[in-house]
């Protein structure tokens, strides 16, 4: 799960949030009800980085898509940008203002007021 470019404490989070995904996947298919987590780190701490690592890893294994929300339309831009060259072997989009990116990729990321009810049907 790990990847060479976190450090120790990044890895434990993803480990974390791994072992949540994994429980959540087991209760899905018991029927069950659904996981929520939430992962807090400092400013500078790595999140973004720390949640593509999370995402690279349950796309590869599972096949799940992922959608990042991300406070600002610069912070959309910025993660697209970090993704792409974090984990080229994921294709991502994003939904911001007039652009809607989500044909095909398996990593959406967006604000929440560029989300509604049309959008989060495609």
């Known amino acids: 799960m790990g990847s060479p470019d976190l450090y120790p404490f990044q890895r434990e989070a993803c480990v974390s949030l791994w072992e949540v995904a994994r429980r959540a996947r087991e209760r899905k298919a018991a029927g069950g009800p659904g996981e929520r987590c939430l992962c807090v780190q400092p400013t500078g701490a790595g999140k973004t980085v720390e949640i ?20 600002t339309k610069g912070l959309v831009r910025q993660t697209r ?35 509604h009810k049309k959008r989060l049907a495609k």
């Open 52 to 71: 593509l690592a999370f995402v690279r890893a349950t796309t590869l294994r599972w096949g799940w898509r992922a959608l990042v929300i991300e406070p």
């Open 81 to 115: 940008n970090r993704a792409d060259g974090f984990i080229p072997e994921i294709k991502s989009g994003m939904i911001v203002e007039g652009l809607c990116e989500v044909a095909g990729v398996d990593l959406v990321i967006s604000t929440a007021a560029s989300l």
